[in-house]
């Protein structure tokens, strides 16, 4: 019988981590969503100063949460997402409009791979 509760605890345990860890995601790439979107807006406004302090702003929270990034997401991923934000930001600051969205979209491709990565399906447990 101890055995079973042991077994149950430790199943509770890494249940509760693991919601933790979805919901973690989320937030984290949600937030970095909202400062994306909003660098995106302004550079359809032609505001590009503010288009580059909102696309900084979401690289300060991507780098800040580094500690976890790299325990729980895959480094090619977290290497990946890392220069599209650098290229991104160099197109914003160069004058580089052409290639700006585009970037903006690998931005967004990489932070839904992240979020994916992350939640329970089907197809990720078999």
Same mark, same amino acid.
Request: charged share 30%.
């Given at each position: ?6 077994? #149950? ?9 693991? +919601?933790?860890?979805?919901?973690? =995601?989320?937030?984290?790439?949600? &937030?970095?969503?909202? !400062?994306? &979107?909003?660098?995106? /807006? ?10 580059? &302090? /909102?696309?900084?702003? =979401? ?24 220069? +599209?934000?650098? &290229?991104? #930001?160099? =197109? #914003? ?5 052409? =290639? +700006? ?8 491709? !990489? #932070? ?6 992350? !939640? +329970? ?6």
């Amino acid at each position: 019988m101890k055995r079973e509760i042991g077994a #149950l605890a430790l199943l509770s345990v890494l249940i509760a981590g693991s +919601v933790w860890n979805i919901r973690k =995601a989320d937030r984290l790439t949600g &937030e970095i969503r909202e !400062h994306i &979107e909003i660098s995106e /807006q302004a550079v359809r406004a032609g505001d590009s100063k503010y288009a580059v &302090e /909102q696309l900084e702003a =979401a690289l300060r929270i991507w780098l800040a949460a580094r500690d976890y990034t790299q325990i729980v997401l895959r480094h090619p991923e977290l290497d990946e997402t890392s220069d +599209v934000f650098y &290229e991104t #930001l160099q =197109a #914003l600051k160069g004058g580089e409009y052409r =290639a +700006v969205p585009a970037a903006f979209e690998r931005l967004h491709y !990489h #932070l839904d791979c992240i979020a994916d990565m992350e !939640h +329970v399906r089907p197809g990720s447990i078999f």
